[in-house]
């Protein structure tokens, strides 16, 4: 099947048609600057342009940075607090006239990764953790997601982690590789302490730089770098409309 799959992020709104069987993009893909403020409307109208850009009219799967419970956002850490309770789902077909579905963004890298990337074959409890403007976590159990968990939210250090180990944080007090390594540790920690993963799965746009800061990482558990890197959230959003489709035609067939 083919899926025009869109990553929502907090600079850049990326896209590309891909084929959800290989996972592979089927163009290159285009990205564009994320709007200020990236009100519902503001977004809306960059999907479609996106939509435009590829001749779109088939499906459509897009990630967004947030809880999306039934096609509504329900969280908005790191977007315009407009976003709260829209139903994106309905906005975006209404305003690129194609079927959409809406996924978390750091579940879709997830998806993608553990279809095509670092989580493959992998049994087990799988942590997917995205170091990017925030923190995102995807959980899945023998591959299959467990949707929606905020743990880049969990408390840290008296804080909300993410505002203390996300990339993001890195870049802002200009952090050598190694005092931020020493965050992502303690970040990971907590989270194995809590759950005891099989592995963790490192991605977000650091993830192609992992070399430099996973070495100094003194987990027991076995931590692994993503292999789809920028294109994961594409990806997964694709996947994920797909199965959304499969999901809901189940449904009808079982009555
Ligand atoms: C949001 C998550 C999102 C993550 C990565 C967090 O601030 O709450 O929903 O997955 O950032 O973008």
């Not at 048609?17 to 285009?30: I, Q, Y």
């Not at 592995?199 to 027991?220: Q, T």
Request: charged content about 25%; glycine content about 12%; some cysteine.
């Amino acid at each position: 099947m083919r899926v025009l799959g869109i990553d929502v992020g907090g600079s850049g709104i990326k896209g590309a048609p891909v084929d959800t069987a290989s996972g592979k993009l089927l163009a290159e893909r285009k990205r564009i600057k994320t709007p200020h403020p990236a009100t519902p409307q503001a977004v809306a109208r960059t999907v479609r342009e996106l939509a435009r850009h590829f001749d779109w009219e088939g499906p459509i799967g897009c990630a967004m940075p947030a809880v999306v419970k039934r096609g509504r956002l329900r969280t908005a850490a790191n977007i315009s607090r407009s976003w709260l309770g829209v139903n994106a789902v309905a906005l975006l077909r209404k305003e690129t006239g194609c079927p959409v579905s809406v996924i978390n963004d750091a579940d879709a890298a997830g998806y993608a990764e553990m279809h095509f990337g670092a989580g493959r074959n992998r049994e087990g409890l799988v942590i997917m953790v995205t170091l990017g403007t925030g923190i995102g976590t995807a959980l899945f159990i023998n591959g299959h997601l467990v949707p929606n968990t905020e743990l880049g939210h969990l408390t840290l250090r008296g804080r909300d982690a993410e505002t203390w180990a996300a990339e993001s944080v890195r870049e802002k007090k200009d952090l050598g590789w190694k005092k931020w390594a020493r965050r992502v540790d303690a970040y990971l920690r907590l989270l194995q302490g809590y759950f005891w993963p099989d592995a963790f799965i490192i991605g977000g746009g650091v993830s192609g730089k992992w070399r430099k800061f996973l070495p100094h990482l003194k987990l027991i558990t076995p931590i692994v770098p993503a292999k789809l890197r920028n294109d994961a959230g594409i990806i997964g959003a694709a996947l994920a409309y797909d199965h959304e489709r499969r999901r809901t035609r189940q449904k009808r067939s079982l009555g």
